[in-house]
């Protein structure tokens, strides 16, 4: 999650499948070090921050949490490089507990359907949180960003192949393309 923030999936993908190899522990990544660390992430944009990021995490895993990463929220956040989304992807994925992240393409594709329209991320995720029905939270934040990434997408919506479009809200460009 740290590598992800401005980057590619498949860059980070690229990146990590020669790193988690020789480093698939925070102990194992605080040997390598910052610059050990560069050097295996460094296609990846803004990666001597990253690293430096990744190395401090590591070294705050091993020391507080017994190289574990904690299921709390707080103990989360606390880490360098790690906001609201981190956490909730974490503790979604990882612990399975019920919440959603709220990335740009969820809060587009909230705001535009209807779903929960929200000013805020904050806003956004405790509407989702009330209106996606229990059963459905492990998964809802992946589904809402993968319509969002190829189908809601920010500048050419394709609304002519949208499953929900007769249910949206964004009637603007709900039309198909005219060529």
Same mark, same amino acid.
């Given at each position: 999650?740290?590598?992800?923030?401005?980057?590619? #999936?498949?860059?980070?993908?690229?990146?990590?499948?020669?790193?988690?190899?020789?480093?698939?522990?925070?102990?194992?990544?605080?040997?390598?070090?910052?610059?050990?660390?560069?050097?295996?992430?460094?296609?990846?944009?803004?990666?001597?921050?990253?690293?430096?990021?990744?190395?401090?995490?590591?070294?705050?895993?091993?020391?507080?949490? *017994? *190289?574990?990463?904690? !299921? #709390?929220?707080?103990?989360?956040? /606390?880490?360098?490089?790690?906001?609201?989304?981190?956490?909730? @992807?974490?503790?979604?994925? /990882?612990?399975?507990? !019920?919440?959603?992240? @709220?990335?740009?393409?969820?809060?587009?594709?909230?705001?535009?359907?209807?779903?929960? !329209?929200?000013?805020? $991320?904050?806003? $956004?995720?405790?509407?989702?949180?009330? @209106?996606?029905?229990?059963?459905?939270?492990? #998964? /809802?934040?992946?589904?809402?960003?993968?319509?969002? %990434?190829? @189908? +809601?997408?920010?500048?050419? !919506?394709?609304?002519?192949? +949208?499953?929900?479009?007769?249910? +949206?809200?964004? %009637?603007?460009?709900?039309? /198909?393309?005219?060529?």
């Amino acid at each position: 999650m740290l590598l992800s923030a401005q980057a590619t #999936d498949v860059g980070v993908n690229k990146a990590t499948r020669r790193l988690f190899p020789i480093a698939h522990t925070p102990q194992q990544m605080l040997d390598l070090g910052e610059q050990g660390l560069s050097e295996y992430i460094k296609t990846i944009g803004l990666y001597k921050t990253k690293a430096k990021h990744v190395i401090q995490t590591c070294r705050i895993l091993v020391e507080q949490h *017994g *190289g574990k990463v904690p !299921p #709390d929220r707080a103990a989360l956040e /606390a880490l360098p490089g790690v906001g609201r989304k981190t956490a909730n @992807v974490v503790l979604n994925t /990882a612990f399975g507990e !019920p919440t959603i992240a @709220v990335d740009t393409h969820i809060f587009r594709v909230a705001n535009r359907t209807g779903l929960a !329209p929200g000013k805020t $991320v904050q806003i $956004v995720e405790d509407k989702l949180l009330k @209106v996606v029905p229990h059963e459905f939270l492990h #998964d /809802a934040h992946h589904w809402l960003i993968l319509h969002g %990434r190829y @189908v +809601c997408k920010a500048r050419m !919506p394709e609304c002519w192949h +949208c499953v929900i479009e007769p249910l +949206c809200e964004y %009637r603007d460009k709900t039309e /198909a393309p005219r060529g």
